[in-house]
Protein backbone atom coordinates (compact mmCIF):
# COMPACT_ATOMS: atom_id res chain seq x y z
CA UNK A 1 0.00 0.00 0.00
CA UNK A 2 0.85 3.43 -0.53
CA UNK A 3 -0.55 6.67 0.42
CA UNK A 4 -0.33 10.23 -1.75
CA UNK A 5 -1.84 13.80 -0.47
CA UNK A 6 -3.89 15.31 -3.09
CA UNK A 7 -3.80 18.90 -2.92
CA UNK A 8 -7.06 20.03 -4.20
CA UNK A 9 -6.78 23.93 -4.12
CA UNK A 10 -6.94 26.48 -0.68
CA UNK A 11 -9.48 28.54 0.22
CA UNK A 12 -10.35 30.58 2.80
CA UNK A 13 -13.62 30.97 5.45
CA UNK A 14 -14.56 33.51 8.07
CA UNK A 15 -12.89 32.20 11.16
CA UNK A 16 -15.66 33.17 13.97
CA UNK A 17 -17.55 31.00 11.71
CA UNK A 18 -14.75 28.13 11.77
CA UNK A 19 -14.82 28.70 15.64
CA UNK A 20 -17.95 28.88 16.63
CA UNK A 21 -18.45 30.40 20.62
CA UNK A 22 -14.48 31.11 20.97
CA UNK A 23 -13.12 34.23 20.84
CA UNK A 24 -11.21 35.67 18.28
CA UNK A 25 -8.77 36.54 20.54
CA UNK A 26 -8.42 32.80 21.26
CA UNK A 27 -8.16 31.27 17.84
CA UNK A 28 -6.29 34.34 16.23
CA UNK A 29 -3.22 32.97 18.19
CA UNK A 30 -3.34 29.28 16.40
CA UNK A 31 -5.51 30.61 13.06
CA UNK A 32 -4.51 34.10 12.37
CA UNK A 33 -7.52 36.09 10.54
CA UNK A 34 -6.58 38.32 7.59
CA UNK A 35 -8.29 41.76 7.68
CA UNK A 36 -11.69 40.51 6.18
CA UNK A 37 -11.53 37.85 9.24
CA UNK A 38 -10.66 35.03 7.28
CA UNK A 39 -8.67 32.03 8.00
CA UNK A 40 -6.23 29.64 5.81
CA UNK A 41 -8.12 26.51 4.60
CA UNK A 42 -6.99 23.65 2.79
CA UNK A 43 -8.62 20.93 0.68
CA UNK A 44 -6.40 18.40 0.93
CA UNK A 45 -7.09 14.91 -0.07
CA UNK A 46 -5.69 11.50 0.00
CA UNK A 47 -5.16 8.90 -2.59
CA UNK A 48 -4.47 5.33 -1.28
CA UNK A 49 -2.98 2.63 -3.53
CA UNK A 50 -3.88 -0.83 -2.67
CA UNK A 51 -3.35 -3.53 -5.36
CA UNK A 52 -4.87 -2.68 -8.36
CA UNK A 53 -7.11 0.16 -6.26
CA UNK A 54 -6.46 3.46 -6.58
CA UNK A 55 -8.82 5.06 -3.54
CA UNK A 56 -9.00 8.90 -3.69
CA UNK A 57 -10.92 10.17 -0.17
CA UNK A 58 -12.93 13.74 -1.17
CA UNK A 59 -12.38 16.16 -4.23
CA UNK A 60 -12.54 19.21 -2.71
CA UNK A 61 -14.42 22.47 -4.40
CA UNK A 62 -14.14 21.21 -8.43
CA UNK A 63 -14.06 24.02 -10.60
CA UNK A 64 -17.43 23.96 -12.33
CA UNK A 65 -19.42 26.78 -10.11
CA UNK A 66 -19.96 30.24 -10.85
CA UNK A 67 -17.13 33.13 -10.45
CA UNK A 68 -19.67 34.57 -7.96
CA UNK A 69 -19.69 31.43 -6.22
CA UNK A 70 -15.78 30.97 -5.76
CA UNK A 71 -15.40 34.67 -4.92
CA UNK A 72 -17.39 33.75 -1.76
CA UNK A 73 -14.47 31.71 -0.84
CA UNK A 74 -11.18 33.82 -1.93
CA UNK A 75 -9.21 30.82 -3.46
CA UNK A 76 -5.68 31.04 -3.23
CA UNK A 77 -2.89 29.54 -4.23
CA UNK A 78 -1.94 27.19 -7.69
CA UNK A 79 -3.30 23.49 -6.43
CA UNK A 80 -5.27 21.27 -8.15
CA UNK A 81 -6.58 17.84 -8.26
CA UNK A 82 -4.93 17.04 -11.61
CA UNK A 83 -1.58 18.68 -11.04
CA UNK A 84 -1.54 16.60 -7.35
CA UNK A 85 -2.32 13.31 -9.05
CA UNK A 86 0.36 14.09 -11.82
CA UNK A 87 3.03 14.65 -9.56
CA UNK A 88 2.11 11.30 -8.53
CA UNK A 89 2.56 9.98 -11.66
CA UNK A 90 -1.73 9.60 -11.99
CA UNK A 91 -4.32 10.74 -14.00
CA UNK A 92 -7.66 10.71 -12.55
CA UNK A 93 -9.24 8.19 -15.23
CA UNK A 94 -6.74 6.07 -13.08
CA UNK A 95 -9.11 6.24 -10.03
CA UNK A 96 -10.99 2.80 -9.41
CA UNK A 97 -12.82 4.59 -5.99
CA UNK A 98 -13.88 8.23 -4.55
CA UNK A 99 -14.50 7.59 -1.19
CA UNK A 100 -16.51 10.50 0.77
CA UNK A 101 -16.49 11.62 4.04
CA UNK A 102 -19.51 13.75 3.73
CA UNK A 103 -21.28 15.54 0.71
CA UNK A 104 -20.82 19.18 1.25
CA UNK A 105 -19.30 20.87 -2.23
CA UNK A 106 -15.77 21.52 -0.10
CA UNK A 107 -15.43 18.05 0.02
CA UNK A 108 -17.29 16.55 -2.98
CA UNK A 109 -17.53 19.22 -5.79
CA UNK A 110 -14.41 18.16 -7.25
CA UNK A 111 -16.68 14.65 -7.79
CA UNK A 112 -18.69 16.25 -10.63
CA UNK A 113 -17.22 18.55 -13.74
CA UNK A 114 -19.10 19.99 -16.78
CA UNK A 115 -19.71 17.86 -19.52
CA UNK A 116 -18.34 18.67 -23.00
CA UNK A 117 -20.41 20.80 -24.22
CA UNK A 118 -21.29 22.27 -20.98
CA UNK A 119 -24.71 21.68 -21.24
CA UNK A 120 -24.61 18.98 -18.04
CA UNK A 121 -22.70 17.22 -15.89
CA UNK A 122 -20.69 13.78 -15.81
CA UNK A 123 -18.92 12.22 -13.09
CA UNK A 124 -15.19 13.66 -12.81
CA UNK A 125 -13.62 9.71 -12.71
CA UNK A 126 -14.96 8.42 -15.08
CA UNK A 127 -13.86 5.07 -14.26
CA UNK A 128 -14.61 5.49 -10.33
CA UNK A 129 -17.25 3.88 -8.34
CA UNK A 130 -18.54 6.62 -6.13
CA UNK A 131 -18.75 5.94 -2.47
CA UNK A 132 -21.48 7.50 0.21
CA UNK A 133 -23.32 5.94 2.79
CA UNK A 134 -27.09 5.84 2.55
CA UNK A 135 -28.03 8.07 5.50
CA UNK A 136 -25.66 10.91 4.64
CA UNK A 137 -27.08 10.73 1.05
CA UNK A 138 -30.83 10.74 1.90
CA UNK A 139 -30.02 13.47 4.32
CA UNK A 140 -27.69 15.64 1.52
CA UNK A 141 -30.60 15.18 -0.96
CA UNK A 142 -33.69 16.26 1.44
CA UNK A 143 -31.47 19.18 3.22
CA UNK A 144 -32.49 20.83 5.96
CA UNK A 145 -32.57 24.63 5.55
CA UNK A 146 -29.06 25.06 7.48
CA UNK A 147 -27.29 22.69 5.12
CA UNK A 148 -29.35 23.59 2.08
CA UNK A 149 -26.26 26.00 0.78
CA UNK A 150 -23.78 23.15 1.21
CA UNK A 151 -25.55 20.48 -0.50
CA UNK A 152 -25.47 21.17 -4.21
CA UNK A 153 -27.55 19.09 -6.46
CA UNK A 154 -25.10 19.34 -9.22
CA UNK A 155 -22.06 17.99 -7.08
CA UNK A 156 -24.25 14.94 -5.42
CA UNK A 157 -27.03 13.47 -8.11
CA UNK A 158 -24.89 13.11 -11.06
CA UNK A 159 -23.12 10.19 -9.57
CA UNK A 160 -26.30 8.71 -8.72
CA UNK A 161 -27.65 9.42 -12.46
CA UNK A 162 -24.44 7.75 -13.96
CA UNK A 163 -25.21 4.46 -12.02
CA UNK A 164 -21.61 4.46 -10.52
CA UNK A 165 -22.33 5.45 -6.69
CA UNK A 166 -22.70 2.56 -3.93
CA UNK A 167 -23.22 3.06 -0.37
CA UNK A 168 -21.06 1.67 2.36
CA UNK A 169 -22.74 -0.59 4.77
CA UNK A 170 -25.21 0.90 7.02
CA UNK A 171 -23.06 0.66 10.19
CA UNK A 172 -24.09 -1.23 13.98
CA UNK A 173 -22.97 1.55 15.42
CA UNK A 174 -20.23 4.59 15.07
CA UNK A 175 -17.98 2.81 13.81
CA UNK A 176 -17.13 -0.24 10.98
CA UNK A 177 -13.55 -2.23 11.48
CA UNK A 178 -13.37 -3.09 7.49
CA UNK A 179 -15.21 -1.88 5.05
CA UNK A 180 -15.58 -2.79 1.43
CA UNK A 181 -12.85 -0.35 0.29
CA UNK A 182 -10.28 -2.43 2.76
CA UNK A 183 -10.09 0.45 6.10
CA UNK A 184 -11.80 1.50 9.05
CA UNK A 185 -14.74 3.82 9.29
CA UNK A 186 -15.81 6.46 12.20
CA UNK A 187 -19.11 7.56 11.88
CA UNK A 188 -19.94 10.89 13.36
CA UNK A 189 -23.04 12.81 13.71
CA UNK A 190 -22.21 16.19 15.04
CA UNK A 191 -21.29 18.06 12.10
CA UNK A 192 -23.90 16.07 9.55
CA UNK A 193 -25.43 13.16 9.55
CA UNK A 194 -23.31 10.14 9.19
CA UNK A 195 -19.83 11.78 8.43
CA UNK A 196 -17.59 9.02 7.74
CA UNK A 197 -13.60 9.11 8.61
CA UNK A 198 -11.07 6.74 7.59
CA UNK A 199 -8.75 5.18 9.19
CA UNK A 200 -5.82 2.89 7.44
CA UNK A 201 -3.81 0.79 8.67
CA UNK A 202 0.05 1.60 7.14
CA UNK A 203 3.61 0.98 8.03
CA UNK A 204 2.99 -0.15 11.63
CA UNK A 205 0.82 3.17 11.30
CA UNK A 206 -2.81 4.36 12.25
CA UNK A 207 -3.53 7.00 9.76
CA UNK A 208 -6.82 8.93 9.79
CA UNK A 209 -8.28 11.73 7.69
CA UNK A 210 -10.17 13.90 10.17
CA UNK A 211 -12.34 15.72 7.60
CA UNK A 212 -14.64 17.99 9.75
CA UNK A 213 -14.56 16.65 12.86
CA UNK A 214 -11.06 18.16 13.50
CA UNK A 215 -10.51 20.92 10.88
CA UNK A 216 -7.23 22.34 11.70
CA UNK A 217 -4.58 21.72 14.98
CA UNK A 218 -6.19 24.56 16.38
CA UNK A 219 -9.37 22.87 16.84
CA UNK A 220 -8.06 20.65 19.14
CA UNK A 221 -9.70 21.90 22.56
CA UNK A 222 -13.04 20.52 23.12
CA UNK A 223 -15.02 23.32 22.94
CA UNK A 224 -13.69 24.96 19.69
CA UNK A 225 -16.21 23.50 17.32
CA UNK A 226 -17.18 24.87 13.97
CA UNK A 227 -20.28 27.07 13.90
CA UNK A 228 -21.49 25.45 11.13
CA UNK A 229 -21.34 21.78 12.66
CA UNK A 230 -25.32 20.93 12.85
CA UNK A 231 -25.30 19.07 16.32
CA UNK A 232 -22.36 20.59 18.15
CA UNK A 233 -23.39 19.14 21.63
CA UNK A 234 -22.95 15.28 19.28
CA UNK A 235 -19.94 16.73 18.35
CA UNK A 236 -18.28 17.02 21.20
CA UNK A 237 -18.39 13.17 22.70
CA UNK A 238 -17.18 12.28 19.05
CA UNK A 239 -14.58 14.91 18.97
CA UNK A 240 -13.47 13.82 22.74
CA UNK A 241 -13.61 10.29 21.74
CA UNK A 242 -11.41 9.57 18.74
CA UNK A 243 -8.75 12.40 20.51
CA UNK A 244 -8.50 9.84 23.57
CA UNK A 245 -8.28 7.00 21.24
CA UNK A 246 -5.63 8.90 19.14
CA UNK A 247 -3.86 10.08 22.16
CA UNK A 248 -3.75 7.01 23.85
CA UNK A 249 -3.00 4.39 20.28
CA UNK A 250 -0.55 7.60 18.92
CA UNK A 251 -2.79 7.85 15.69
CA UNK A 252 -1.39 9.97 13.30
CA UNK A 253 -4.13 12.58 11.80
CA UNK A 254 -4.28 13.69 8.63
CA UNK A 255 -5.75 17.41 8.43
CA UNK A 256 -7.90 18.14 5.31
CA UNK A 257 -8.78 21.52 6.18
CA UNK A 258 -5.52 22.81 7.77
CA UNK A 259 -3.38 24.85 4.91
CA UNK A 260 -0.55 24.71 7.38
CA UNK A 261 -0.14 21.52 9.60
CA UNK A 262 -0.44 18.78 7.25
CA UNK A 263 -0.37 15.39 9.87
CA UNK A 264 -0.15 15.83 13.26
CA UNK A 265 -0.17 13.42 16.68
CA UNK A 266 -1.57 14.43 19.70
CA UNK A 267 -0.98 13.34 23.74
CA UNK A 268 -3.02 13.87 27.03
CA UNK A 269 -1.92 16.95 28.97
CA UNK A 270 -3.51 18.43 32.77
CA UNK A 271 -5.16 20.54 29.80
CA UNK A 272 -6.86 17.73 28.13
CA UNK A 273 -5.71 16.17 24.52
CA UNK A 274 -3.24 18.74 22.91
CA UNK A 275 -0.95 18.81 20.22
CA UNK A 276 2.35 16.74 20.10
CA UNK A 277 3.96 16.75 16.77
CA UNK A 278 3.63 18.44 13.72
CA UNK A 279 4.68 16.05 10.22
CA UNK A 280 4.63 16.87 6.56
CA UNK A 281 3.02 14.14 4.42
CA UNK A 282 6.60 13.97 2.96
CA UNK A 283 7.37 12.74 6.43
CA UNK A 284 5.05 9.50 6.89
CA UNK A 285 3.87 8.98 4.16
Known amino acids: MKLYPIEAGNFKLDGGAMFGVVPKTIWNKTNPADGNNLIDLAARCLLIEDGKRLILIDTGMGDKQSEKFFGYYSLWGSHSIDNSLARHGFHRDDITDVFMTHLHF????????????????????????????????????????REKASFLPENILPMQESGQLQF?????????????????????????????????????????????????????????????????????????????AAAEHHYYLFLEHDAHNEIITVENTEKGVRLRDVYRCADIL
Not at 121 to 126: C, N, T
Not at 128 to 144: G, I, L, M, R, Y
Not at 194 to 213: E, N, R, S, T, Y
Request: aromatic share 14%; glycine share 8%; proline share 9%.
Open 106 to 145: DHCGGSVRWNKDRTGYEPAFKNATFWSNEDHWQWAVHPNP
Open 168 to 244: VNKPQNDFVSGSELGFGIFFADGHTDKMMLPQIHFKGMVICFMADLLPTAGHLPLPYVMGYDTRPLLTLPEKEKFLQ
